[in-house]
């Protein structure tokens, strides 16, 4: 696993409808494995790579380019720029972090007033959205708008960290990571790794855009290359932190403990012939895996699976701890196993009875 | 070093109140080009003095002092994987959750303060604040591995370098007040070419954030005939009101009240007038919550002044403020160490009988 091609990854800015960075990465990493390579009008980045032999079957696997992020709606005479999400963000991650804003990544912050100057009842209820702005050290609005134009947008300024003893050095000791959009860049690493082999049929790679405001770049991607089955990839929610005494509430995935397989999410649910094939190879192969906790989430196979006819499709998974915060952390474990199990399921996929029921 | 450099390094060491070695470090280096003397005292303020140019036999002494500490956390409990930590001076709690943090255990080790995902919490839960006991540091170690490494009690800061914004502002953790220690290093700079008969001690003292500690111990060492501390003050921002806030890039505050002495008071303004140098008056009707607060009363009392820096954002890990205002105090101060004389020191006595 080419843990540089994840840190290039996570630190390229692409909030969702800007995902141009990351494509070029990608681009240029997945273009000498495959036959094609292509972008479509919204901009999904389709990989095309022939089957060693053939068996008649067309597999899409997606993997969505864009990460959560903020948008400039306007500044003050000030020059503080004012702003709103792109794609779920909880705004109470937001106050006092730092951001790059625009193309050229002019670097700001959210500000936030001093806990000084707050009242203890201010400081029991979190800031919406709209009381937050950015400082990018502008004096006057005309200033602020021809730095960040109306429309422009900004994404978290989060380095990447190896975790652990020593991580400052390099040496990740504790095989972990942080940094962000690991939701889905993740995922992204995972699939241009699994093109460096060829599969018994033809794979159809999709690094789409606009997951995060609606699965938007998979529904077109899917509809026009129409495939027989679909596989997402994605970072998912791990919530694993210990709760208090008594509380139910059963961890989403749990890090380090591999990848983690959809049964059903907010959006769909996973085809089982799909998800035993996962489930099956993991035992086979001795590959550690993990049911995420139902009806959390949603993945572009939300979309996927309702294009023309209907397509099955299933859900892998690499767990990240703070997804849509401006820091992540995943194992680098899980993203090997995620990367080991898919491409194991791919090489099965042929021999298990899909067509008919 | 500049003025930048100096800030950068400066800002980016970790120095939580109590353990500000790492700050003292470089202090130490930085000062010691422009001082006689260079002293750590048994509370780890460092003294950088520099002997009057035009010598007394015993030179009256002026105390300059700005704080090296910063805020931050210490491990109260080793949960599983995750540290439940408890404040080292003030924050606000909202702005915690999704920063990065340092955990200063064994080895350093880089972590977040994690927040749970939008994903899993019911709607009512997005509303509330997320209460401190709520919040942990994920440092990606497992809940075999962490005890290793981290024990109770290790200290915790943030972990945000210095990043240069438009105009002149800059942005760090720390600047609170390693902006201060910035202009004391710029004071000691521009000294290099003026004349002065007082005593010049410039302290970088530790503890501020806590209850003004080391100002409270080196004030009493060094028994100064005046003294100016250097703090940052309220930056002036949209959600802020205009009053007790100040504009960034309008010169450094001249501060006003009980705490100040007003002829300390007048000599920072005379000074700042002559050298054409942009000030603004700060009124503090009580207790300035600054180093100015403990040296006023240390021995028989010290004539003190207060010179404060707008910083926006303060207590956060984007504090901002103008490299300009810096540079500008240090001058300040600089200027109205080479006009001290001895006749100043008979202004300093309350007159009797009169209320002037």
Redesign the interface.
Known sequence: MDLNLLERLSLARGASGDEGAVRSILAEVVGPLVDELQVDTIGNLIAIKRGASQSGLKVMVAAHMDEVGLMVVGA?N?G?LRFRPVG???A??L????VLVGPEG?????????????SPKE?????PVE?L?I?????SKD?ALG?APLGTYVTFD??F?R??????QGAAE?G???GKAFDDRAGCCVLAELLAESYPFDLLAVFTVQEEVGLRGAQVAAYALCPDLAFALEGT?C????RPEGED?SP?TRL?FGPAITITDASVVADRRLVELLMDTAEREGIPCQVKQPN??GTDIGAIHLQRGGIPTAALSVPC?????????L?LGDLENCIRLMRASLMRLPSIPWKGR | MTLGEFLKAVTEAPGPSGYEEGVRQIVRSAFSPYCDELRVDPMGNVWAVRRATRRADRAPRIMLAAHMDEIGFVVKKI????LRVSQVG??????L????VLVHG???????I????????PPDE?????PLDEL?V?????AE?LPR?VRVGDLITLR?GY???????V?SKALDDRAGVAALYSCLQELQALQHSWDVFAVATTQEEVGLRGAMTSAYGVAPDAAIAVDVT?G??????DI??FELDKGPCIARGPNIHPVMFSLLEETAKRLEIPYQTEPIPGRS?TDAWAIQVAREGVPTGLVGLPL???????E?VCLRDIERAGRLLAHLVATLDERVLSRFRAPLGSSS
Do not use: W
Request: a neutral charge; aromatic letters at 6%; hydrophobic letters at 35%.
């Open positions: 003050d000030n503080f779920g963000v909880d109470r991650v106050l006092a972090n730092r002019i670097p700001g912050v959210i500000g936030a007033k001093p806990v000084h100057l707050t400081r029991e209820a979190p800031l009381q702005y400082d990018i050290g502008a004096k200033e730095a989060t380095p960290t975790l652990g003893a020593g991580g400052a504790s972990r990571v942080a929610v919530d694993d932190a210990p509430v989403t380090g959390v989430g701890r703070y997804i849509h915060s401006p820091e992540s952390i194992d | 949960d599983a994987h995750v003030g924050f606000d709690v909202r702005i959750p999704g920063q990065p064994k080895v350093p080790l880089p972590g977040v994690g927040s749970r995902p939008p994903h899993v919490l997005r509303e509330k604040v997320i942990f994920d440092v990606g170690l497992t591995e490494y945000r990043v240069e914004l438009r105009n002149g502002l942005m309220f002036r921002t949209p959600d802020c009101p007790g806030t919550g926006r954002y303060m207590h956060t890990p984007g901002v």
